[in-house]
C-alpha cells in the first residue's frame, strides 16, 4: 500500500469507447502526475498538476483528456483510443514544487489498459 | 536531449551481489533516484543522491559522481525477492524526472 490508489486496475476498451481512470492519493501531497508505461520503454509523463494547477502537457493526443478536481484526486479520461494507447497508466504524487526541493513520487498499481 | 542509459536486463545468483549501471544527461540536476518495481505492481523509491559518493541503506546502496554523470545501485546478498526492475531516473533543473527504461534484474537460485 502506497498511499496512492488507482482504478480499475484492468481495463478493455473498444476503440469508440469512452472511459475514466481514477486516482486518489491520502498523503497531503500536492502535485499529481500520469504517466505511460510500455514494455521495455522508459516512463513517459503525460500531465502534471501543481496545486490542483496544470503545469505540464507533453505533447499528449486531445483524445487523453486529464481532470483535477481536488489535490487528493486524479481523473484521466479516455476518448476514441487507439492499440497502440494500450499500456500501463500509472498515477503518482509528490509533495509539489513550491520554489522548493519536491520529494520522492509515490506511485499507484497503474491501470492496465488494452484498446481493441 | 535529456537521457538516461541503464542495461535492459541483468542475472545474477542468490546470496551474491550485483551493480547496475545508470548514466545520465539531463538539463541541469537535482539529483538521481533509484525505485524498484515488481512486476504489476507500482514503483517504490529506493534511494535519492544529489551529492557525490556512496548512501548506504542496509543491502541496497546507491553511489552518485556528478562530474561523471554516472550513478549506481549495489544490491547484496541477493534474495529471490529482489527479481524486479530497478528505474533510473534523474530530477532536472525544472525539478521533472527523466526516467531510464528499467533494468530487469534476473535472481537465479
Known amino acids: 500500500e502506497t498511499g496512492v490508489t488507482q482504478t480499475p486496475r484492468h481495463l478493455v476498451m473498444g476503440m469508440t469507447n469512452k472511459k475514466s481512470l481514477k486516482c486518489e492519493q491520502h498523503?497531503?501531497?500536492?502535485?499529481m502526475y500520469w504517466y505511460k508505461q510500455s514494455a521495455k520503454k522508459p516512463l513517459e509523463l503525460m500531465f502534471v498538476?501543481?496545486?490542483?494547477?496544470?503545469?505540464e502537457n507533453n505533447s499528449v493526443p486531445s483524445r487523453f483528456s486529464p481532470e483535477c478536481p481536488n489535490s487528493s484526486h486524479l481523473f484521466l479520461h479516455l476518448h476514441t483510443l487507439q492499440p497502440e494507447d494500450s499500456a500501463l497508466y500509472l498515477c503518482?504524487?509528490?509533495?509539489?514544487?513550491?520554489?522548493?526541493?519536491?520529494?520522492?513520487?509515490?506511485f499507484g498499481q497503474g491501470t492496465r489498459l488494452t484498446v481493441v | 536531449g535529456q537521457n538516461i542509459d541503464q542495461p535492459t536486463e541483468m542475472t545474477a545468483t542468490e546470496g551474491a551481489i550485483v551493480q547496475i549501471n545508470c548514466t545520465y544527461q539531463?538539463?541541469?540536476?537535482?539529483?538521481l533516484f533509484w525505485y524498484q518495481q515488481h512486476a504489476g505492481e507500482a514503483p517504490t523509491f529506493l534511494s535519492y543522491n544529489v551529492l557525490d559518493g556512496l548512501e548506504e541503506k542496509g543491502r541496497f546502496s546507491s553511489f552518485l559522481s556528478r562530474s561523471k554523470g554516472y550513478s549506481y545501485l549495489l544490491l547484496k546478498e541477493l534474495q529471490m525477492k529482489d527479481s524486479a526492475s530497478y528505474l533510473c531516473a534523474g530530477m532536472d533543473s525544472n525539478y521533472q524526472l527523466i526516467w531510464g527504461a528499467g533494468t530487469k534484474l534476473i535472481i537465479k537460485p
Open positions: 539531463t538539463s541541469g540536476f537535482n539529483g
Open positions: 498538476y501543481n496545486f490542483k494547477e496544470q503545469t
Open positions: 503518482a504524487s509528490s509533495q509539489g514544487r513550491d520554489r522548493v526541493w519536491d520529494t520522492e513520487a509515490f
Open positions: 498523503l497531503g501531497h500536492n502535485a
